[in-house]
């Protein structure tokens, strides 16, 4: 069985750059042409895709965020990581690292997602 | 991007009724639409994609319907767990898009 879990600080402070990191256990993040994606869904608002990284390395940045966004991967610990630079308030919430399916990208694992404030 | 635009934005529903619920994309997404559920304190959970088959172990109270631009999830016959917010996205276009979701809640 996948899982997922996010961990990070739950605390950012303006212009920083916040950094979070997606353990996956139950599969390679390196073969089966998964889509390793971050999502984040505002206070009381929907989901926004922020972007993934192909099991080959390739990555995709939603380009609304796409100057501002990077993710990486560590493959000997099977994990990969979110990094959102020079953050605002409006980058305050949960953000979930998830897996797309091949072909499809349809999101059929989530962790559990993790809260991040962006606050002085 | 491609906009989803769900409606209502919430509605009161009594166990045992059905519930219709609405999704509409700025342009033509063919069947590629899926529809999640997501309950508090929890991540969304799949359940339809291309529009109208259900995921694996999805009951069959839940059904989608439609194509192109306009779609539909009905919930034949809310059970207490099905009080939650659902959401839509589609994967026609990168970026992928959500809607803003619909939460139906108890009557």
């Known amino acids: 069985q996948v899982q997922l879990q996010e961990s990070g600080p739950g605390l950012v402070k303006p212009s920083q750059t916040l950094s979070l990191t997606c353990s996956v256990s139950g599969a390679s993040i390196t073969s089966g042409s998964y889509y390793w994606s971050w999502i984040r869904q505002h206070p009381e608002k929907g989901l926004e895709y922020i972007g993934y990284?192909?099991?080959?390395?390739?990555?995709y940045y939603n380009p609304s965020l796409k100057s501002l966004v990077s993710i990486s991967r560590d493959t000997p610990k099977n994990q990969f990581s979110l990094k959102l630079n020079s953050v605002t308030a409006a980058d305050t919430a949960i953000y979930f690292c998830?897996?797309?399916?091949?072909?499809?990208?349809?999101?059929?694992?989530w962790g559990q997602g993790t809260l991040v404030t962006v606050s002085s | 991007e491609i906009v989803m635009t769900q409606a209502p934005a919430t509605m009161s529903v009594s166990p045992g009724e059905r519930a219709t619920l609405s999704c509409r994309a700025s342009q033509s997404v063919s069947s590629k639409l899926a529809w999640y559920q997501q309950k508090p304190g929890q991540a969304p959970r799949l359940l339809i994609y291309a529009a109208s088959t259900r995921a694996t172990g999805i009951p069959a109270r839940f059904s989608g319907s439609g194509s192109e631009t306009e779609f539909t999830l009905t919930v034949s016959s809310l059970q207490s767990e099905d009080f939650a917010v659902y959401y839509c996205q589609q994967y026609f276009n990168w970026p992928r898009t959500f809607g803003r979701g619909t939460k139906v809640e108890i009557k």
């Open positions: 998830a897996r797309g399916a091949a072909a499809t990208t349809l999101f059929d694992n």
């Open positions: 990284i192909y099991y080959n390395g390739n990555t």
